[in-house]
């Protein structure tokens, strides 16, 4: 979420980010209803300061009234039995009665505008709705780009950092994953259509096997590099889902139970969240964490996309990681994450490019994104495989999570990343490492988590 501070104080800047994000909303249209919740705020804030007067006048008012009862009551208890009657006169004409009965009159008037005080004030907090809509504009309105951030409309504006290994060069035409995999019979789509629908796989034996020595490989690459290992929930509340960024703006592409919960589309919605609420000490960032979870999407914007294969499914695993920074050290960690992931890859020896993503490509909480694209050469082209981005503290103001410097609190940054997504990994070892007669070689690095095994045929 953007901090509305920062809005005020560059309106223009905003104008442009958004812009650069093909949205045409603009400063002043969030500002002028910002500036009727300051003023509305402010009403309400003077409101409650003269209730606070009028509740301490009359609880003073009502102190000096039971107190001159009980004056009054005393002095009549001195007099002797048969001169009550003429002794009760004499109070009724007493100056000590007078200054009671005028304090009755000012309090009953203290009443009476404390009253039309909280009918006011109760009125004005009904209706304040302008907090809400600004809340829910914020709410929807993404990250800003970093400068360094190519200014594009799509991906054909991205631009390629660098490339790692030479596609290789197959001696006979390279078949594509699905036909590999299901001449295996190790890759089944059919059946799992049965089961489940459209867009989901069974892995079984050899592949299955991979799927695991995969995600094993994953895990402990990140957790040489300083990750913490994490099984966390795959069903969360919609706070979460709304700390991370995934609504409002991604309703219709996530899974949501009857009463509720959805089903986490990246495990970095329970990673971001793991630290929700919290402020932390300076000392003790950066925390990172990995996670290898089931994710799920509904994939509603990519009718006609990858409908063949392991590309584009409702359900896949992946290896997420995710760093909660200080504002000084996003940057680099940032560039740590995404030499992580390139590390996983060459380790696989997968010949992949890095790309800095253009402004239009961008994810919606990103302010800077990297992605790694693996060579499939059945489609003769690269795929992405991993996205890096630095949020900066997008999802911090979203989550409230806060870490303490110099006595002061500020927000923290976060970063995600995939390391990898699993399935299109082994669709890449699949096309990468085929043979001629239909079988698979197991990458060199992953032998061991495979019990030796070298071959899948």
Not at 243 to 254: H, I, M, R, T, Y
Not at 310 to 328: N, W
Request: glycine share 6%; net charge negative.
């Amino acid at each position: 979420m953007l901090d509305i501070k920062w809005i005020r104080e560059n309106p223009e800047k905003f104008d442009l980010a958004m812009s650069h994000r093909s949205l045409k909303i603009k400063a002043e249209d969030i500002l002028k209803i910002d500036e009727e919740k300051r003023k509305k705020t402010f009403l309400i804030q003077e409101l409650q300061a003269k209730r606070n007067n009028f509740a301490k006048e009359i609880a003073t008012s009502k102190r000096l009234e039971q107190s001159s009862k009980d004056g009054a009551l005393e002095r009549l208890e001195q007099n002797e039995v048969g001169q009550k009657k003429d002794s009760g006169a004499n109070v009724a004409k007493s100056p000590e009665n007078k200054t009671s009965e005028a304090n009755r009159n000012h309090l009953e008037s203290l009443m009476i505008e404390a009253s039309k005080i909280n009918a006011e004030l109760s009125a004005l907090e009904s209706d304040f709705t302008q907090d809400e809509k600004l809340h829910e504009i914020l709410m929807q309105l993404p990250n800003v780009p970093a400068a360094e951030v190519p200014v594009g409309a799509d991906e054909e504006h991205n631009i390629e950092v660098e490339k790692f290994g030479a596609p290789r060069q197959f001696s006979f035409a390279p078949k594509d994953h699905v036909e590999i995999g299901e001449k295996l019979q190790m890759l089944d789509f059919e059946q799992s259509s049965l089961i489940s629908g459209a867009r989901f796989s069974t892995l079984s034996n050899g592949l299955a096997r991979l799927e695991r020595a995969l995600s094993n490989f994953m895990l402990d690459v990140a957790v040489e590099n300083g990750y913490a290992e994490i099984s966390p929930p795959n069903i969360v509340k919609s706070e979460a889902m709304y700390g991370s960024g995934q609504l409002p703006k991604f309703s219709e592409e996530a899974f949501v139970t009857t009463d509720g919960y959805w089903l986490i589309p990246t495990a970095e919605v329970s990673l971001v969240n793991f630290v929700a609420k919290k402020t932390l000490a300076e000392s003790e960032l950066p925390l990172r964490f990995t996670a290898y979870t089931p994710c799920f999407r509904r994939e509603a914007g990519s009718a006609g996309k990858d409908t063949r294969g392991m590309i584009r499914q409702h359900q896949f695993k992946k290896v997420e990681l995710v760093s909660i920074t200080t504002a000084e050290s996003s940057a680099a960690e940032h560039e740590r994450m995404t030499n992580l992931a390139c590390e996983i890859l060459k380790r696989l020896q997968l010949p992949f490019r890095k790309l800095l993503l253009c402004t239009g490509d961008m994810g919606f909480g990103a302010q800077k994104t990297y992605d790694l694209e693996v060579w499939l050469p059945a489609q003769n082209k690269y795929r992405e495989i991993s996205s890096c981005s630095n949020c900066g503290d997008f999802q911090a103001r979203r989550t409230n999570t806060k870490y303490k410097k110099d006595g002061k609190n500020y927000f923290v940054h976060t970063l995600n990343g995939s390391a990898l997504a699993v399935g299109r990994t082994i669709v890449a070892i699949l096309e990468n490492y085929q043979n001629e007669d239909g079988s698979v070689n197991v990458p060199e690095v992953l032998v061991s988590y495979m019990s030796g095994l070298k071959n899948i045929k």
